[in-house]
């Protein structure tokens, strides 16, 4: 059933499993949106539930986490590269490789929307239905974390972690003009971040000194993501959007190397979607 609503997924590295038990959960009772948007992890969560892979992310990160061409310290340290190589989900491994179905992407009845940050403006950018190497390349900027990843060149030019400029991007699906949003978060509800202190600021101020409006637009994030998160509960509350957020967050590391704790991560998301799977329906069908 494809359902005139947006899909607004939040990032959060590899608490993006969570986000991803949840999509899954919704191929398996055949749930598609007219807009899917993501950022950071959630993009990536985005592609693989636009393109109907059941299981790709689990699969990828609990049984290639600890292979260097895919998430190493090695690989910043020793080779001068980022930590995590993102192209190793998009390239062809081998017959016993679950490779990306980009055909089954493009084939699609949602339209997809990836959220990057713009290095000269500190602005979010959005990238609607890229395909072939933009589309890769997008997915890279959105996921590139400051300060452990170097900016990723787009058509938009130089760009980083969408959820710098815009965490959550509902606003996205408001311009889009839908009325009904379905958020999946990977923090709880009452989740509210830290103001950056005097290391954050130095930290900004010197590693995008190129940039001065991307460094602010990075210390100012708590601020802007402590209003979206009111924001996405009052809205919630009042029963105008249907969120999904964890209860019990299994604690993982933004590069977390537990195998164990992802997949239970992504089985909490899979049983809070089945449960709440009832109520959703019904918001969306009102």
């Known amino acids: 059933m494809l359902y005139d609503a947006a899909l607004v997924l939040e990032g959060g590295a590899m608490r993006g499993n969570y986000s991803t038990g949840i999509t899954d959960t919704f191929l398996a009772h055949h749930i598609e949106f007219k807009s899917v948007i993501g950022v950071s992890a959630g993009a990536l969560c985005g592609a693989q539930f636009v393109a109907k892979q059941y299981g790709r992310m689990l699969h990828v990160n609990t049984h290639y986490r600890k292979d260097r061409d895919y998430i190493s310290m090695w690989n910043?340290?020793?080779?001068?590269?980022?930590?995590?190589?993102?192209?190793?989900?998009f390239q062809?491994?081998?017959?016993?490789?679950?490779?990306?179905?980009?055909?089954?992407?493009?084939?699609?009845r949602s339209n997809f929307s990836i959220v990057a940050t713009r290095l000269n403006t500190g602005n979010a950018v959005i990238f609607t239905n890229p395909t072939g190497q933009d589309l890769v390349n997008d997915l890279k900027a959105s996921c590139s974390m400051p300060f452990l990843m170097e900016p990723q060149?787009?058509?938009a030019g130089p760009c980083m972690d969408g959820g710098v400029a815009d965490s959550i991007p509902y606003n996205v699906a408001k311009a889009q003009g839908y009325?009904?949003?379905?958020?999946?978060?990977?923090?709880p509800h009452d989740y509210h971040k830290h103001l950056s202190g005097r290391l954050v600021k130095r930290m900004y101020h010197h590693s995008f000194k190129g940039y001065p409006s991307f460094a602010k637009t990075g210390i100012n994030r708590?601020?802007?993501?402590?209003h979206q998160v009111n924001v996405v509960n009052r809205k919630t509350k009042n029963g105008e959007w249907f969120t999904f957020a964890p209860d019990n967050l299994v604690k993982v590391g933004r590069l977390e190397s537990d195998?164990?704790?992802l997949e239970e991560l992504y089985h909490q998301g899979q049983a809070q979607a089945e449960k709440m799977l009832p109520d959703m329906l019904q918001y969306l069908e009102k």
């Not at 009325?179 to 923090?187: E, I, S």
């Not at 708590?222 to 402590?226: E, I």
């Open 76 to 89: 910043l340290f020793m080779k001068n590269q980022d930590i995590l190589n993102l192209d190793f989900l």
């Open 92 to 108: 062809d491994h081998g017959w016993d490789w679950n490779n990306y179905d980009e055909a089954a992407y493009r084939r699609s």
């Open 153 to 155: 060149e787009t058509s």
């Open 179 to 187: 009325q009904k949003l379905v958020v999946v978060r990977t923090r």
């Open 222 to 226: 708590p601020r802007t993501y402590n």
């Open 259 to 261: 195998t164990k704790k």
